[in-house]
């Protein structure tokens, strides 16, 4: 009786803590996330797509401090993660590697609505081990997407080649939440589609969204003489190519964007 009571008296062994993954990203989409959501010391490895101001949807200083990879097999093994966070598309020989090296790949597909990319927010922080911090980051993002409630403004999203965005989009539900209409159903384009000059012409948006003009002054689109002959008429507005590609936080930033547009409109 007395070993028993001298054993129940020893202190309990507090259990090792559990190590936060090491992380490697190879999509610049779940790059901008884990900025908010996962220890700096975590992320060992980045998009290199990150590192070009063209492409980058995280402050490009910040992008610098970090490792970036093409995504190859040998750069990603290298850097020994026990975890690799991808969009849908990866390459079959990393794929191979990865699983030859007994190294979890988790592939996220492209959002299509903010509540898909709060969803993927929560998972990224959660196998980061700070749920808490996706908690949070989703509940931010929540609140910048809340609807308008003023009338909607016919819109459209033209990008370099006419490239449209359409219904199903996150882009389109953006528009919608920011208080435009997508005039890309009066067109009859599908979810992504090529609007031609002459249609966009012929039948005008009140305010025509410009993607790349933000970060060249002017694309070849919007510098065509028709073209600027409409502004004449209509509202042309520069909008950044980084609010195009990503969710997540950059769904904020593009809500931001979108707003002020829509303000400038009027009723």
């Known amino acids: ?18 190590r936060a993954p090491r992380i490697v990203s190879i999509n610049p989409c779940i790059d901008a996330v884990l900025m908010h ?3 700096p010391s975590q992320i060992v490895g980045i998009s ?24 190859t097999a040998e750069e990603v093994v290298a850097l020994a993660p026990d975890v690799v966070m991808s969009g849908p598309h990866v390459a079959p020989a990393t794929i191979a590697a990865l699983k030859r090296m007994r190294i979890r790949l988790v592939q996220y597909p492209v959002p299509d609505s903010v509540t898909e990319s709060e969803e993927q927010v929560r998972d990224i922080a959660r196998i980061a081990g700070h749920a ?10 929540a609140s910048a997407a809340r609807p308008m409630t003023e009338t909607q403004v016919p819109a459209l999203i033209w990008q370099s080649g006419g490239l449209v965005p359409g219904a199903g989009t996150l882009p389109d539900e953006l528009l919608s939440r920011a208080g435009f209409r997508n005039m890309s159903a ?5 979810k992504w589609d090529v ?16 993607v790349g003009a933000a970060e060249v002054g002017e694309d070849r689109l919007t510098a065509h003489p028709a073209v600027r002959r409409l ?6 507005a520069p909008y950044p190519s980084r609010l195009m590609n990503c ?17 400038g409109m009027g009723a």
Request: charge should be positive; charged fraction near 20%.
């Open 231 to 236: 502004a004449q008429r209509i509202a042309i």
């Open 186 to 190: 009066v067109y009859g384009l599908k």
């Open 247 to 263: 969710g997540g936080p950059t769904i904020v930033a593009a809500m931001a964007r979108l707003r002020r547009i829509r303000k």
């Open 48 to 71: 290199h797509y990150s590192q070009d101001p063209r492409a980058t949807s995280i402050p490009l200083a910040q992008a610098m401090q970090f490792t970036a990879t093409s995504g």
């Open 132 to 141: 808490p911090r996706g908690q949070a980051l989703a509940r931010r993002i």
């Open 1 to 18: 009786m007395r070993r028993l009571i001298a054993l129940a008296a020893l202190p309990l062994l507090s259990a090792a803590p559990v």
């Open 37 to 39: 959501v996962a220890d």
């Open 195 to 210: 609007l031609p000059l002459e249609y966009l012409i012929a039948r005008p948006p009140r305010v025509l969204l410009s």
